[in-house]
Structures are given as C-alpha cells and as structure tokens.
Nanobody, 120 residues
Framework: QVQLVESGGGLVQPGGSLRLSCAASGCIFSINAMGWYRQAPGKQRELVANITSGGSGNDADSEQGRYAISRDNAKNTVYFQMNSLKLDDTAVYSC??????????????WGPGTQVNVSS
C-alpha cells in the first residue's frame, strides 16, 4: 500500500522552470534512494537523476547544470528542479523509490508519472 505521488508537471515555455515533487506514503521505515526517470514519445525510459538516503544526488551526464535533485527525509519527499527547459524535455516524468518497509523488507515502487510539456 506504499505509493508515490508526483506533482508539479504541466505546460511551460522554453527557458522556463519547473519543480517536480514525489511524495511517498505508507508504511515506510526509510527510503534508500529515489530516482527520476522520463520517457518521451517514441523513446525508451531513461534515468535523469538519482539521490541516495544520505542526500548525495547526481544528474544525468547529458543534463548537468540544468537539473537539481534534493530530498526531505522527514516528509519522504524528493524534489526535482528543472531549469532552462527545452522542447526535448517534454516527457512523462516518473519517480522510483527504493525503500525499506517497517519490517525492513527492501521494496521498489514507481509513481504514476507526471506530464511535462515544453512548448511555446
């Protein structure tokens, strides 16, 4: 019954910014890592950014300098800041969480995804 809910997507003009959030709820003991993926039409889903339990984050090499990932452990929430958005950033962005439940069992959950449309 653990679930992830993404928010913050929508329509934005090129050069604009968006801040996505992914909130995990349910019987969670700890979140070990959260990653953001995206899938554009006709393309495979790709990893964009990932952050570990200690707060160490990394962006995809191809997007360095435009993205920033952070987390709030108290809220079991990860944030994904996207700046200088381009048309190619249009995709469905999904959050994946690797976590331990209250019985310390490692589990993985995917969020339903949030649509980001970059268009003028």
């Amino acid at each position: 019954q653990v679930q992830l809910v993404e928010s913050g997507g929508g329509l934005v003009q090129p050069g604009g910014s968006l801040r996505l959030s992914c909130a995990a709820s349910g019987c969670i003991f700890s979140i070990n890592a959260m990653g953001w993926y995206r899938q554009a039409p006709g393309k495979q889903r790709e990893l964009v950014a990932n952050i570990t339990s200690g707060g160490s984050g990394n962006d995809a090499d191809s997007e360095q300098g435009r993205y920033a990932i952070s987390r709030d452990n108290a809220k079991n929430t990860v944030y994904f800041q996207m700046n200088s958005l381009k048309l190619d950033d249009t995709a469905v962005y999904s959050c994946k969480a690797e976590f331990d439940n209250v019985w310390l069992a490692p589990l993985v959950r995917w969020g339903p995804g949030t649509q980001v449309n970059v268009s003028s």
